[in-house]
């Protein structure tokens, strides 16, 4: 018998980044109109594995940018949108794809985002 044959073990000791999911606090206003604040509330912590996709740099307008895009995961958890944001010590990452379901085995979930600057 092969007990890892169709499923990989998970190894705990990847997950060594803390970090939190923020969520734009949304208000109504007196048309019950959703209104964003500007104000961020925290929705979710999480232990996550961290993996550079990407560093591009492109010259926009005259001006040197760099654009560094990373690969979040994190154990399985629903409700999390790419309207959202990540906050890791003091550095901001925009979440830039819906979170993939990785293997559609529902142990982990794969989070894009792009750091942002």
Excluded: C
């Excluded at 969520?23 to 594995?49: F, Y």
């Excluded at 591009?56 to 994190?74: C, D, H, L, P, W």
């Excluded at 925009?94 to 989070?111: A, G, K, S």
């Amino acid at each position: 018998m092969r007990p890892f044959q169709y499923k990989k073990p998970l190894n705990t000791g990847d997950f060594r980044n803390r970090i939190s999911i923020e969520q734009p606090e949304i208000i109504k206003d007196e048309l019950n109109q959703a209104i964003e604040t500007g104000n961020w509330k925290e929705v979710k912590k999480a232990w996550a594995m961290i993996k550079t996709v990407k560093g591009s740099e492109y010259i926009e307008a005259s001006a040197s940018q760099s654009t560094r895009i990373y690969r979040f995961v994190i154990p399985y958890t629903t409700g999390i949108t790419e309207l959202m944001r990540i906050k890791m010590k003091s550095r901001t990452f925009d979440i830039i794809e819906p979170p993939m379901n990785d293997d559609e085995m529902y142990q982990t979930l794969t989070i894009i985002a792009k750091e942002h600057t």
